[in-house]
């Protein structure tokens, strides 16, 4: 029988080594994996370089708590400042977090690449900016585009609204965001879901994610992500 | 070419410009029923309100396809984001993607148009939105990148100039580019502005201002739009 439900975040976490690169679904609060990450910190994987649109705000919250502990090196992301990013802000600044500043459709092309087994792509994003430097371009059919290499993780950290012990998954609304392609892209993929659902009872055509991309699943029912922030992307 | 021109009150030259919800229902009168539109955070978020009695579908980058206005208080719910993270309403018909599906969608050419602030838009098109400095404080770029190549057309709305009185409107972008030969049309307080073949076009211009006085505080070449 397959069965990818663990019964502890704890459980679900083990394995993780250092120097891993590590995926991270959400955009900003809604549908990130905070109970994951917050897992990840009590690990203690060191030497980390994480993957996700965000690097966090204010002080409380998993991720920048992790950022906080100095495990990461390194963070890709697009959009790392955001209100209340001060610990990413401080650490960057003081040399002790590197940044890989990615157009967020790059970022999410690259990693969707990867789990598609396409090790490199042309787009026309960021070329001619300061995001394009240094990159390999080439010209097809009369229009400039930059080669961009896939994102692939030793490690995807999902969360996602329903998961059955197959591992497939759905996503709520605007939770969706990077959860489906993280999931795909990555050895080890980790899912926090709100509702463990009997095999069979999301349907064949409900299914976002289905569970040959997923490794484990932790039932994590927390609720609601907070109040969205104001004016920030 | 003058790169400072005199901060433009409108009063004491005899002319009124256009207030940010006017400027957004002049844009908002551009946009043809049926057309998919991502506005950018700001300004542009505006022109959503001013399509009413028409079908226009606004799309946001983190996968909304049909994204209404922002939600009230009572109609709190906490899954919907828009890309600027505000809680925001579905309309009938919305339907949801994750990213790299939403990004395809942009990239892919079917956005109709993309609206975008910016700091600088260049008489060739080009335009810098992201950032003002590559070296102080932490750099973002969120997905301006991305659907400033990818909509079928990009419109700037901003101001003509800027807080401290100098030109938008320049010759060349002294800020990091967003994206090169980007823009085909500007909504300012001032102005619309078509970026031809041969730069700025005039289209139509706030009551009571001039030919003379928009020049003076634009840093790029002005001509009247031909008649169509």
């Not at chain 2, 090169?180 to 619309?192: F, G, I």
């Amino acid at each position: 029988m397959i069965d990818k439900r663990v019964k502890s975040i704890a459980e679900a976490m083990q394995g993780i080594k250092d120097g891993s690169t590590v995926l991270f679904g959400g955009f900003g609060a809604v549908g990130h994996p905070s109970h994951l990450i917050d897992g990840l910190i009590e690990q203690g994987a060191k030497d980390l370089t994480l993957v996700g649109n965000n690097a966090g705000s204010g002080r409380v919250e998993p991720l920048v708590r992790l950022l906080a502990t100095g495990r990461v090196r390194k963070i890709i992301c697009s959009f790392p400042r955001s209100s209340g990013s001060v610990v990413f802000d401080e650490m960057h600044k003081a040399g002790k977090l590197e940044l890989e500043l990615v157009p967020q459709g790059t970022l999410a092309e690259r990693i969707r690449a990867a789990g598609a087994g396409i090790p490199a792509f042309y787009t026309p994003t960021a070329y001619g900016t300061a995001l394009g430097e240094g990159k390999e371009s080439r010209e097809i059919n009369g229009r400039m585009y930059l080669l961009e290499y896939a994102i692939r993780g030793d490690v995807a950290l999902v969360e996602a609204w329903q998961a059955d012990r197959w591992g497939n998954l759905t996503f709520k609304l605007s939770g969706r965001n990077f959860n489906p392609i993280m999931a795909t892209a990555a050895e080890l993929t980790i899912v926090q879901a709100q509702h463990i659902v009997e095999l069979g009872e999301i349907g064949p055509e409900a299914t976002h994610t289905p569970g040959v991309y997923v490794n484990r699943v932790v039932h994590v029912p927390y609720g609601d992500p907070a109040p969205a922030l104001v004016a920030t992307a | 070419m003058t790169t400072t021109a005199a901060r433009a009150t409108g009063a004491a030259e005899g002319f009124k410009p256009w207030t940010r919800p006017e400027m957004a229902a002049r844009l908002a009168r551009d946009i043809p029923e049926g057309w998919c539109v991502n506005l950018g955070i700001g300004i542009p978020l505006l022109v959503s309100n001013f399509v009413k009695g028409r079908e226009v579908i606004f799309q946001s980058e983190n996968g909304i396809i049909g994204m209404g206005g922002l939600q009230k208080p009572e109609e709190l719910e906490p899954w919907l984001v828009n890309a600027g993270k505000q809680n925001v309403n579905l309309v009938t018909g919305a339907s949801i993607v994750h990213h790299a599906d939403s990004f395809a969608m942009i990239r892919g050419g079917h956005i109709d148009l993309c609206v975008l602030g910016a700091f600088e838009v260049a008489e060739n098109g080009d335009f810098a939105n992201w950032t003002t400095s590559l070296t102080d404080g932490v750099p973002a770029v969120g997905g301006a990148m991305d659907l400033a190549v990818g909509a079928k057309r990009l419109w700037v709305i901003m101001d003509h100039t800027s807080k401290d009185g100098r030109a938008k409107l320049l010759e060349h972008c002294a800020l990091p580019l967003t994206a090169l030969k980007a823009v085909s049309r500007v909504y300012t307080n001032l102005a619309v502005l078509d970026v031809g073949p041969q730069g700025f076009e005039v289209v139509d211009m706030a009551p009571g201002l001039s030919m003379e006085a928009l020049q003076a505080q634009t840093a790029a070449k002005l001509k009247r739009k031909a008649a169509a």
